[in-house]
């Protein structure tokens, strides 16, 4: 068995949090306030019919100059803490596509929009569209991935700095969304079973769920589950990637790495561990991929498509702010850009010219 190192501490500070710590604390939760709502409905009014793509971080900031100041606080929050969520924004009162486009310029404030798929959605539809997803290995849950389904979702974490959802709808039943600070599973481990962390601190290849382009790997350089860097520990953790990655490989998991995996599991889901989170319409909830992971109870959808679960997903890179551009080669890109997927609006541009893309980083 591979020994620790024996600099490992628990994790103190901010984003080592229990659900308890906010059961009198909302400060993580940011209503609009009225002149803000009115300057997103200004703001959309003006961008009509506007492809979203050819919105500048320039415009943005001035057409959006009251949400500014919220973005800075936003930035400040997933940088410590980890979470927030902003509450109020108006999608009832304007047209799904100006829903999107208003979400877009809500995001540049806050870093720059990638790609999400292979199809290179920027503005990604979560929603279910029918598909078989699942942790079984079973071939009809291959390439496929979890937002596209209504089914309960392990806990995870996006390839991206900063990933927010926004509700449009909410489910009929179900749907509920939960999160857990990953250094606090981090502490916990350490604290009660050690023997896992030598495991995840060297890490799993990633599937690509075919995702790749032409001549790159169908999986990722070996990814650790986590990062300690001082004061501070980041995480990578998405199991069906983890479980995709071994099968196309070829290898299967050991005895010790299951383990750890599923100690890493069972931990994120106990009740003292999950802060729980039911999405309102108008909601965005924004999370720091590196120290949060979020799961999804399955839900039950409304039988009119009108009124069905729908929630648009933005993928953010906060260039090279603090602690982002400290995370290591592996834990920042190799999951996160490959293909069509973790690219600018500028990049796939160059792309679809035939043109090589550009490092975004």
């Known amino acids: 068995m591979t020994s620790l190192p ?8 901010p984003s080592a949090w229990k659900p308890t710590d906010f059961a009198h604390d909302d400060a993580w939760c940011y209503p609009l306030a009225e002149h803000q709502v009115a300057q997103v409905l200004q703001a959309a009014r003006a961008w009509a019919g ?10 943005t900031r001035e057409r959006l100059s009251s949400l500014v100041p919220l973005a800075d606080a936003l930035a400040a929050d997933l940088a410590t803490r980890g979470f927030a969520l902003v509450r109020g924004v108006p999608v009832d009162a304007l047209p799904q ?3 999107g486009l208003v979400y877009w310029a809500i995001g540049q404030l806050l870093g720059t929009g990638l790609s999400q798929n292979a199809k ?3 503005l990604c539809p979560v929603t279910d569209m ?9 071939a009809s849950q291959r390439n496929v991935r979890g937002y596209q389904s209504r089914a309960d979702l392990n806990y995870h974490c996006d390839p991206t700095d900063v990933v927010g959802l926004l509700c449009l709808r909410q489910a009929k039943a179900g749907g509920a969304s939960t999160i857990v600070s990953t250094p606090a599973i981090f502490n916990e481990m350490l604290a009660t079973h050690p023997e896992h962390l030598a495991v995840l601190l060297r890490g799993f290849a990633y599937d690509r769920k075919g995702e790749e382009a032409s001549g790159e790997a169908s999986v990722t350089p070996v990814i650790p589950v986590f990062a300690p860097h001082g004061d501070r520990v980041s995480c990578r953790y998405a199991r069906s990637y983890i479980l995709g990655g071994a099968q196309k490989r070829g290898v ?3 005895p010790a790495e299951a383990a750890a995996l599923d100690c890493f599991d069972a931990i994120a889901r106990r009740e003292d561990m999950a802060f729980k989170m039911s999405f309102r319409q108008g909601d965005i909830q924004l999370l720091n991929n590196f120290t949060v992971v979020h799961g999804r109870t399955a839900y039950e959808d409304d039988p009119d498509p009108a009124r069905r679960r729908f929630l648009y997903r933005l993928w953010l890179q906060l260039g090279d702010r603090t602690p982002w551009r400290d995370e290591g080669e592996a834990m920042r890109w190799a999951f996160a850009r490959f293909g069509r997927l973790g690219r600018t609006v500028d990049e796939i541009e160059a792309m679809e010219a035939g043109q090589s893309a550009t490092p975004a980083h």
């Open 6 to 13: 024996r600099s490992l501490q628990p994790v103190a500070g």
């Open 50 to 59: 506007r492809d979203f793509r050819t919105l500048s971080p320039a415009e």
């Open 97 to 99: 596509e100006d829903v």
């Open 120 to 122: 290179a959605d920027f």
């Open 130 to 138: 029918g598909v078989d997803f699942g942790y079984s290995g079973a």
């Open 252 to 254: 299967a998991l050991t």
